[in-house]
């Protein structure tokens, strides 16, 4: 089983990157997007289901970023417009073999694999 996520890089604040994250081995029915920042704990960014149904965001990216899911390539995405440097982090993909329950999808404990991450860098 593995997670091959990418996309990550330098961009300036206002731009736009576009993260991917590949799964194989098995499938997933939920995948999210975390982030974690120097000196800071891990973060939820998005999650969604494998059908694509349930997306959910915090409040921190909401309407800058969007995660999306091309079934025929086993590959979730996250758009992310209107960067920030509070965006800078290591962006990780993470799956789960079943879609968690309530509001648990910004759990980081609730994911069962994991990508290795991609650094994104938003300069002002």
């Known amino acids: 089983v593995q997670l091959q996520a990418s996309g990550g890089g330098l961009v300036q604040a206002g731009g736009s990157l576009r993260l991917s994250c590949e799964a194989s081995g098995r499938t997933f029915r939920q995948y999210a997007w975390f982030r974690q920042a120097p000196g800071k704990e891990r973060e939820f960014v998005a999650a969604i289901t494998w059908s694509g149904g349930r997306t959910y965001y915090p409040d921190s990216v909401k309407g800058r970023f969007t995660i999306s899911t091309d079934n025929a390539k086993n590959t979730v995405y996250l758009q992310m417009n209107s960067l920030k440097p509070e965006d800078t982090a290591i962006y990780y993909c993470?799956?789960?073999?079943?879609?968690?329950?309530?509001?648990?999808?910004?759990?980081?404990?609730?994911?069962?694999?994991w990508g290795q991450g991609t650094e994104v860098t938003v300069s002002s």
């Open positions: 993470g799956a789960s073999v079943t879609v968690t329950s309530g509001n648990y999808y910004s759990l980081a404990s609730k994911y069962n694999y």
